[in-house]
Each structure stands twice: as C-alpha cells, then as structure tokens.
C-alpha cells in the first residue's frame, strides 16, 4: 500500500496561503513558516503530518500528496478547513 510524509501550513486565506508560498520561493524556510502561521497543532512540529496511507487524510490533500513530486510546494489547496501549503517529504508506492 502506498504511504507519504508531508508536511503543510493550514491558513484562512487563499491570498495567505499564495504569500506563503512565494515566501517559500524566495527562499524562506517551510518549517519555520509553518511554526509561525499554521493554525493547525502540526505547525509547531514544522508542520511535519508523519507517515499517511490514501484515505487517512481529506480527498483533495491526498489527491495532491499522492500525485505531487516528492520536494515540491503545491497550493493553495482548498479543503473545509481552510488553504494549505503542501509538501510531499517522502513517497513509497
């Protein structure tokens, strides 16, 4: 069975979220960012989610998680509890 490492920034807002991500871009760190704007308890573990298989998390992040490459920043991503930045730290098939 599949299995992925990821790790996200939960936000309110798309325009947060995209702002983040070009942060990102620029060169800031993921998991600092993370510590300091997710309103998701992972965000003070960088927001490191450990080891999920498909279907442990909501349809649209693990439509992201399990098709993204491994190292890329993907978002915004819309789920019911607000946008994420996503990256796929690690990916067995």
């Known amino acids: 069975m599949a299995k992925a490492t990821a790790r996200h920034i939960l936000v309110d807002s798309e325009e947060q979220c995209q702002s983040l991500k070009d942060e990102i871009t620029g060169g800031a760190d993921f998991g600092d960012l993370a510590k300091q704007h997710s309103s998701c308890p992972s ?9 999920f298989g498909p ?39």
């Open 43 to 51: 965000g003070q573990k960088g927001g490191d989610l450990g080891e």
């Open 55 to 93: 279907g442990m998390m909501v349809k649209e992040f693990d439509e992201v998680v399990f098709s993204a490459d491994v190292g890329s920043v993907e978002g915004p991503v819309k789920t019911q509890f607000g946008y994420h930045l996503l990256e796929v730290t690690s990916r067995k098939d």
